[in-house]
């Protein structure tokens, strides 16, 4: 129930398409669902984060969209660039400060190419 | 600003050796978390130290443990090193519990022999 379950495992995109990634969780106590880039050699970094009261949150290129009911959230990646190469985890948690409590998913290598 | 470092960058280790990862916050952070990255695997979390004290650990067993200093730095031991320990540690900070978000350094890539 505290499985972070994450598809695809890898993705490639040409330039200029759109990235999809896909995670469902099991546990409706979660209320943070935020989104984590890494590039090779570096840490993860937060690349956006939903709370379940919206169904959507939009930055930049970067979109996710959340499905309660479904207990399923997806990041959108508009107008994928090279730059956008990297792996991509999902994340879940109760609370947003919880980083302890953050349940990952088991990442998406997404592959952009020009 | 310089953000949260890690030290070494890599490092290997043969069976049964233990092995001290070290930990940097970004300045003004008290909480360091650690995490597992092992391959194919999602980050999976270890401890949680805040204010010098361990706040919470991940079901990882004892011989994986850690301290913070009283300057906020941290250091994870990871004794009688397996194989399967061969990972990428992650360490991350935050300026505390509420609302904060936590931010990761590059990792140390352990390699068991």
């Known amino acids: 129930q505290q499985q972070v379950k994450q598809s695809p495992q890898s993705l490639i995109v040409q330039k200029g398409g759109i990235s999809i990634i896909n995670c469902a969780y099991e546990?409706?106590?979660?209320?943070?669902f935020p989104w984590y880039q890494q590039f090779p050699g570096k840490g993860p970094a937060l690349l956006i984060a939903?709370?379940?009261?919206?169904s959507e949150k939009k930055e930049g290129r970067f979109t996710i969209s959340f499905n309660k009911s479904a207990k399923q959230f997806s990041l959108h990646i508009m107008d994928s660039q090279p730059g956008d190469s990297a792996t991509y985890f999902c994340?879940?948690?109760?609370?947003?400060?919880?980083?302890?409590?953050?349940?990952f998913g088991t990442g998406t290598r997404l592959q952009v190419f020009p | 600003e310089a953000g949260v470092t890690q030290s070494p960058t890599h490092l290997i280790k043969t069976r049964g050796q233990q092995a001290t990862l070290r930990c940097s916050p970004i300045?003004?952070?008290?909480?360091v978390y650690w995490y597992q990255q092992a391959l194919g695997l999602g980050l999976q979390f270890l401890l949680w130290?805040?204010?010098?004290?361990?706040?919470n650990r991940g079901n990882f067993p004892p011989r994986f443990s850690g301290r913070q200093f009283p300057n906020y730095s941290s250091e994870l031991n990871v004794n009688a090193l397996e194989l399967e320990d061969s990972a990428l540690y992650l360490c991350?900070?935050?300026?505390?519990?509420?609302?904060?978000?936590?931010?990761f350094g590059q990792g140390t890539r352990l390699t068991v022999v």
């Open positions: 991350a900070s935050s300026l505390g519990r509420e609302n904060t978000e936590a931010f």
């Open positions: 939903i709370r379940p009261d919206v």
């Open positions: 994340a879940a948690s109760n609370g947003v400060g919880n980083t302890d409590k953050l349940i």
């Open positions: 546990n409706t106590a979660f209320d943070y």
């Open positions: 300045s003004g952070h008290t909480s």
């Open positions: 130290y805040d204010e010098g004290e361990e706040r």
